[in-house]
C-alpha cells in the first residue's frame, strides 16, 4: 500500500511519513497543495493524507480538483479548524475522513488502515445493482440513471453495500458510523445525514421524495430496494 502525505509542517510529516512506514506503507510527501495535487494526478495512490491549510492550494481546493477528474483515492483530512462547518464543507467535496489537529498519529494509521478495508474491492460481489431507476456500477464507482453518470467515493461505496446488505431494516446513524467508518469516535453523526443526502441526489428520481434511502425519525435510515 502506500501513501501520499499533503502536509506543510515538516515535523509532522516526519512523524507521520516514520508511522506509516513502520506499518508497511510506501510514503511520497509534497509541502503544498499544487505540487501534491500533481503528485496524486502523476502516479495512482491507495491513500492520501490532506492537510486543509496549505500554501498555493489548500486542501479544499486539492480535493475539489481531484474529485472534479474522477480520482477516486480515499482522503483523510488534517486540520487545526475544528468547527463543523468545516468538517461537513471537506466531505461535501468529497473527503473520507477528517481528523483535527492535535491528534494521535497512532489513531491516525489505524484509522487509515479501517478505511482501507472497508473501501478495498469485495471479492465475488456484484459488480451492478439497480435501484429504482439507476445502476450503481461498483467496478467503475459510479452511478448511471438515465443519460447522466454520477461518480461516487469509496466510502459513498462502502455505504451503499452496507444498505443494500440490510433491504427493510432501520440502521441507525451510530451504527453506520461504527460499520461504514469503522470507529465510534467520529466528530459528528451529521456525516452520516451529509453522505445520505448525497446518495439521494445520485440514485433518487426525486431526493425530495425518496423512494429507497428513507429517514425513520428518530431512529435512523432504512433502505427499500
Known sequence: MNVLIIEDESALVQGLRDAFEHNGFAVATASNGEAG????????????IL????????????CRELRGRNIWTPIIMLT???SEPDRIAGL?????DYVTKPFSIRELVARARALLRRT????????????????????????????DRHPLTPMEVSLLRMFLGHPHEVITRERLLNE????????????????LLRLRHKIETDPRRPRHFLTVHGAGYKFTP
Open 120 to 147: 478495498a474491492p469485495i471479492e465475488g460481489a456484484a459488480e451492478q445493482v439497480r435501484v429504482g431507476q439507476a445502476v450503481v456500477d461498483f467496478k467503475q464507482y459510479a452511478v448511471i440513471k438515465g443519460k
Open 37 to 48: 495535487l500533481n503528485a496524486a494526478l502523476i502516479q495512482p495512490r491507495d491513500l492520501i
Open 80 to 82: 487545526a479548524r475544528s
Open 180 to 195: 461504514v467508518w469503522g470507529f465510534d469516535a467520529f466528530p459528528t453523526t451529521r456525516t452520516v445525514d451529509t453522505f
Open 92 to 96: 461535501e467535496l468529497g473527503a473520507d
Open 51 to 62: 492537510d486543509l491549510m496549505l500554501p498555493r492550494k489548500d486542501g479544499f481546493e486539492v
